[in-house]
């Protein structure tokens, strides 16, 4: 009798313990409303009007589990059409939810509504939301913070506390009509004033003198969980914290090696995890943040430095007439420590956390991505590179062009997409040259509007060229829907006999945004085993609005659940 009550309760216990299991996998649904909606701020003694969500700048915090759902309500209620794009969420057979204006939906107009229905699966870590629509995101953009499962550890010494911290851009006329200015006249865009950390611009010489500076309170020996963010709309960041290291354990939501280190190097749309481990006594000192450019190309650029300050709690002492200790930043056009800062990243590799990469492939791409011309409209004078050329940015010399009518998604999913779209992107450059090294005399880009359609599961090897066409710089690429594995890199041009023999197949890094070095290549490889469409970009935002994109169809699979689920009712309509 006694042993089959014990045997009862054991049974008891392990189904308790497996329900519980289950619940916490399956996770819950979590809502959110988002009122676009207009508010005035000021920055650098100037005050405008910019569009917002929820009236907050930066934008607000949204938080889940892995294994959750998340119903985000948008509501527009300025003039400007709208859009929102979860950067990173791969979004299985969620297309419909991913946000890129006329590749995924049409723009939520204004009056009108749409909630983005989402679950996250298998992914943790820190991404982030924005406007993906014109230079919408200049203003709205927030955090994004997917945690680990319930009773999941992380990979690292669990922090004190976790710390979003988004940098990004000001201007100080309207972010549209700086586009639409330089459209109209070829030339490159107007810099932004000045550069943003938590929404605040201050220069590190008066950083201590302004109320409105971004302080990062911290208590001695403790440890914290940095979650970096670039939401800039074309800059490349250094970001450092005087007289302390950081140590880098995550990139694009994905768990890394750790590995110390001064300086970080963050491109546009790019998220880093590090660790601070703050002093073991109290300091006496505070000390500056700061974030300045990298860059390498040509132009006028936003070259000003950002500061914050890192201060430590003391329960008697005041913070008055403390030592400041400002530290140093690499040169704006390190590209040397860009490169070697880059080689640092590791997946785990663990039995946890497995690489995934596929040994093999079933299709193979090269893609030049660069800057290119166009010419200038009959009885115009432009200002591009000549007065008969405008600035243009291609992949594989097509400079894409986006639908205005409908979605490349909406017009695939109905089956007319033939007046949409067409399916002959290049799969390698129809002219090779020598990428990096003395441009052609031709610069013209074609346009069009192409995509690359995949079978559901085929394994796809991409070598992304730099170019040195209208100079050398770096291209920070996001791959919409997918995270990829970055198996190789170098500066050159990517030798298809040689340099395959020296990938990672190890331990590479995982990612949705990667640098194409400047003057250099990367490979990435991923597993097409998300049925919809999937924008391709470069990052800094004028590079995508003068073409520098392209998109991958892929089909559905055999199961019902490889399958593209269809749009929801409220799908915004053109």
Same mark, same amino acid.
């Given at each position: 009798?006694?042993?089959? !009550?014990?045997?009862?309760?054991?049974?008891?216990?392990?189904?308790?313990?497996?329900?519980?299991?289950?619940?916490?996998?399956?996770?819950?649904?979590?809502?959110?409303? +988002?009122?676009?909606?207009?508010?005035?701020?000021?920055?650098?003694?100037?005050?405008?009007?910019?569009?917002?969500?929820?009236?907050?700048?930066?934008?607000?915090?949204?938080?889940?589990?892995?294994?959750?759902? %998340?119903?985000?309500?948008?509501?527009?209620?300025?003039?400007?059409?709208?859009?929102?794009?979860?950067?990173?969420?791969?979004?299985?057979?969620?297309?419909?939810?991913?946000?890129?204006?006329?590749?995924?939906?049409?723009?939520? =107009?204004?009056?009108?509504?749409?909630?983005?229905?989402?679950?996250?699966?298998?992914? =943790?870590?820190?991404?982030?939301?924005?406007?993906?629509?014109?230079?919408?995101?200049?203003?709205?953009?927030?955090?994004?913070?997917?945690?680990?499962?319930?009773?999941?550890?992380?990979?690292?010494?669990?922090?004190?506390?976790?710390?979003?911290?988004?940098?990004?851009?000001?201007?100080?006329?309207?972010?549209?009509?700086?586009?639409?200015?330089?459209?109209?006249?070829?030339?490159?865009?107007?810099?932004?004033?000045?550069?943003? %950390?938590?929404?605040?611009?201050?220069?590190?010489?008066?950083?201590?003198?302004?109320?409105?500076?971004?302080?990062?309170?911290?208590?001695?020996?403790?440890?914290? %969980?940095?979650?970096?963010?670039?939401?800039?709309?074309?800059?490349?960041? +250094?970001?450092?914290?005087?007289?302390?290291?950081?140590?880098?354990?995550?990139?694009?939501?994905?768990?890394?090696?750790?590995?110390?280190?001064?300086?970080? %190097?963050?491109?546009?749309?790019?998220?880093?995890?590090?660790?601070?481990?703050?002093?073991?006594?109290?300091?006496?000192?505070?000390?500056?943040?700061?974030?300045?450019?990298?860059?390498?190309?040509?132009?006028?650029?936003?070259?000003?430095?950002?500061?914050?300050?890192?201060?430590?709690?003391?329960?008697?002492?005041?913070?008055?007439?403390? $030592?400041?200790?400002?530290?140093?930043?690499?040169?704006?056009?390190?590209?040397?420590?860009?490169?070697?800062?880059?080689?640092?990243?590791?997946?785990?590799?663990?039995?946890?956390?497995?690489?995934?990469?596929?040994?093999? !492939?079933?299709?193979?791409?090269?893609?030049?991505?660069?800057?290119?011309?166009?010419?200038?409209?009959?009885?115009?004078?432009?200002?591009?590179?000549?007065?008969?050329?405008?600035?243009?940015? $291609?992949?594989?010399?097509?400079?894409?062009?986006?639908?205005?009518?409908? $979605?490349?998604?909406?017009?695939?999913?109905?089956?007319?997409?033939?007046?949409?779209?067409?399916?002959?992107?290049?799969?390698?450059? +129809?002219?090779?040259?020598?990428?990096?090294?003395?441009?052609?005399?031709?610069?013209?880009?074609?346009?069009?509007?192409?995509?690359?359609?995949?079978?559901?599961?085929?394994?796809?090897?991409?070598?992304?060229?730099?170019?040195?066409?209208?100079?050398?710089?770096?291209?920070?690429?996001?791959?919409?829907?997918?995270?990829?594995?970055?198996?190789?890199?170098?500066?050159?041009?990517?030798?298809?006999?040689?340099?395959?023999?020296?990938?990672?197949?190890?331990?590479?890094?995982?990612?949705?945004?990667?640098?194409?070095?400047?003057?250099?290549?990367?490979?990435?490889?991923?597993?097409?085993?998300?049925?919809?469409?999937?924008?391709?970009?470069?990052?800094?935002?004028?590079?995508? $609005?003068?073409?520098?994109?392209?998109?991958?169809?892929?089909?559905?699979?055999?199961?019902?659940?490889?399958?593209?689920?269809?749009?929801?009712?409220?799908?915004?309509?053109?």
């Amino acid at each position: 009798m006694v042993t089959w !009550v014990l045997h009862y309760l054991l049974v008891a216990f392990l189904i308790a313990i497996s329900y519980n299991i289950d619940a916490a996998s399956a996770g819950i649904t979590r809502h959110y409303q +988002f009122d676009i909606q207009l508010k005035n701020i000021t920055r650098l003694c100037k005050t405008k009007t910019i569009v917002t969500v929820n009236g907050k700048f930066p934008g607000p915090k949204v938080t889940a589990r892995e294994g959750d759902n %998340l119903q985000i309500k948008v509501v527009n209620h300025v003039s400007n059409n709208i859009s929102i794009h979860w950067h990173g969420i791969r979004q299985l057979r969620s297309g419909w939810a991913d946000g890129p204006s006329y590749v995924t939906q049409c723009p939520i =107009r204004t009056g009108q509504s749409y909630v983005y229905n989402f679950t996250v699966t298998g992914q =943790r870590g820190t991404l982030w939301w924005h406007a993906h629509i014109q230079w919408m995101r200049a203003t709205v953009y927030g955090p994004l913070i997917i945690l680990p499962k319930l009773h999941q550890p992380y990979p690292f010494p669990k922090p004190y506390k976790q710390v979003p911290i988004i940098f990004g851009e000001w201007f100080n006329a309207d972010p549209q009509a700086v586009l639409q200015q330089a459209l109209q006249t070829g030339a490159g865009p107007n810099a932004s004033d000045a550069h943003l %950390l938590m929404g605040f611009q201050v220069h590190y010489t008066i950083a201590l003198q302004k109320v409105n500076t971004y302080k990062l309170m911290v208590k001695p020996g403790k440890t914290y %969980l940095l979650r970096l963010i670039n939401a800039a709309l074309n800059d490349e960041l +250094f970001f450092t914290i005087a007289n302390h290291t950081l140590t880098v354990v995550e990139a694009d939501a994905c768990y890394v090696k750790p590995f110390q280190t001064n300086t970080v %190097l963050i491109g546009p749309g790019k998220q880093t995890n590090v660790l601070l481990k703050t002093k073991p006594i109290y300091p006496n000192a505070t000390f500056y943040m700061l974030a300045r450019p990298y860059f390498t190309g040509q132009g006028t650029i936003d070259n000003t430095t950002v500061a914050g300050i890192l201060q430590y709690h003391h329960h008697s002492k005041s913070s008055k007439n403390l $030592s400041i200790i400002k530290p140093s930043l690499p040169p704006i056009n390190s590209t040397s420590y860009a490169a070697n800062f880059t080689k640092m990243f590791r997946s785990l590799a663990s039995s946890t956390f497995p690489v995934n990469a596929p040994k093999t !492939v079933d299709k193979k791409y090269f893609f030049t991505v660069g800057l290119g011309t166009n010419p200038c409209p009959k009885n115009q004078t432009c200002q591009g590179p000549t007065n008969a050329t405008k600035f243009a940015a $291609s992949i594989n010399n097509v400079s894409f062009i986006l639908p205005n009518k409908t $979605s490349l998604l909406q017009s695939y999913f109905v089956g007319k997409s033939n007046n949409v779209f067409m399916t002959d992107f290049p799969t390698a450059p +129809f002219f090779p040259f020598n990428y990096t090294g003395t441009p052609p005399n031709n610069t013209m880009v074609s346009r069009g509007t192409k995509v690359v359609v995949l079978k559901y599961n085929t394994t796809v090897e991409l070598v992304l060229q730099g170019t040195s066409i209208l100079g050398i710089e770096a291209h920070p690429v996001h791959l919409h829907g997918f995270n990829f594995y970055v198996v190789g890199q170098g500066f050159g041009n990517f030798n298809p006999a040689r340099d395959p023999k020296q990938y990672n197949l190890v331990d590479p890094v995982e990612r949705n945004t990667i640098n194409v070095p400047s003057g250099g290549w990367v490979a990435i490889r991923f597993l097409a085993d998300n049925p919809g469409v999937w924008l391709m970009h470069c990052h800094i935002e004028i590079h995508l $609005s003068w073409g520098l994109t392209m998109a991958w169809v892929v089909l559905d699979g055999d199961l019902p659940n490889q399958e593209l689920l269809p749009p929801p009712s409220d799908f915004p309509k053109c």
